[in-house]
T-cell receptor
Framework: RKEVEQDPGPFNVPEGATVAFNCTYS??????FFWYRQDCRKEPKLLMS???SGNEDGRFTAQLNRASQYISLLIRDSKLSDSATYLC???????????FGAGTRLAVHP | ETGVTQSPTHLIKTRGQQVTLRCSSQ?????VSWYQQALGQGPQFIFQ???????GRGNFPPRFSGLQFPNYSSELNVNALELDDSALYLC?????????????FGSGTRLTVV
């Protein structure tokens, strides 16, 4: 079983749609969680941190449920520019390595 | 210079050869980590260096090795290249063991082994 698992998608949605991505992690010792965005053939870029209390940044909302070991990302009012791969990430270990899921592809169409 | 920079951007090598990839850390960051991202996969942790010493390693064979220099820049060396080593190699730096900090990645080196 992979340490971080995500639905690979792709999610094909029209502009303006709301889309939700889910992620589970297996290491209960994981300390911090993030969503990264990766455009085709580019490096991953930090989108937002994830907290148990929830974290909202404009159209993006991230949520962590430690009891269920579940992380979510909600994107409201999707834009064409949101098309990318979204990577769910846990930070774990004494040296805080990042553990990535395989990513969920999002394609927003007109 | 405030970002993480990597060189070269692209590289083609032949199976069995050796390669060295380079990374310049973000100013003030004393920790650097390397990741391998195969096509269609998420990045996989290779190893991490803190103040010139390796302090964490992922599930990669010994032919993957690294160095960190006093200025905190870093190298990733891969010996006896195999076709499966073809991937995007990413370097990330961070200012130390701050838990809730998301790392910043360089733009990566795309290695093709033929």
């Amino acid at each position: 079983r992979k340490e971080v698992e995500q639905d690979p998608g792709p999610f094909n949605v029209p502009e303006g749609a709301t889309v939700a991505f889910n992620c589970t992690y297996s290491n209960s010792a994981s300390q911090s969680f993030f969503w990264y965005r990766q455009d085709c053939r580019k490096e991953p870029k930090l989108l937002m941190s994830v907290y148990s209390s929830g974290n909202e940044d404009g159209r993006f909302t991230a949520q962590l449920n430690r009891a269920s070991q579940y992380i979510s990302l909600l994107i409201r009012d999707s834009k064409l520019s949101d098309s990318a791969t979204y990577l769910c990430v846990a930070k774990a270990g004494g040296y805080n390595k990042l553990i990535f899921g395989a990513g969920t592809r999002l394609a927003v169409h007109p | 210079e405030t970002g993480v920079t990597q060189s070269p951007t692209h590289l083609i090598k032949t199976r069995g050869q050796q390669v060295t990839l380079r990374c310049s850390s973000q100013s003030g960051h004393n920790t650097v980590s390397w990741y391998q991202q195969a096509l269609g996969q998420g990045p996989q942790f290779i190893f991490q260096y803190y103040r010139e010493e390796e302090n964490g390693r992922g599930n990669f064979p010994p032919r993957f090795s690294g160095l960190q220099f006093p200025n905190y820049s870093s190298e990733l060396n891969v010996n006896a290249l195999e076709l499966d080593d073809s991937a995007l190699y990413l370097c990330a730096s961070n200012p130390g063991s701050i838990n809730n900090y998301g790392y910043t990645f360089g733009s990566g080196t795309r290695l093709t082994v033929v």
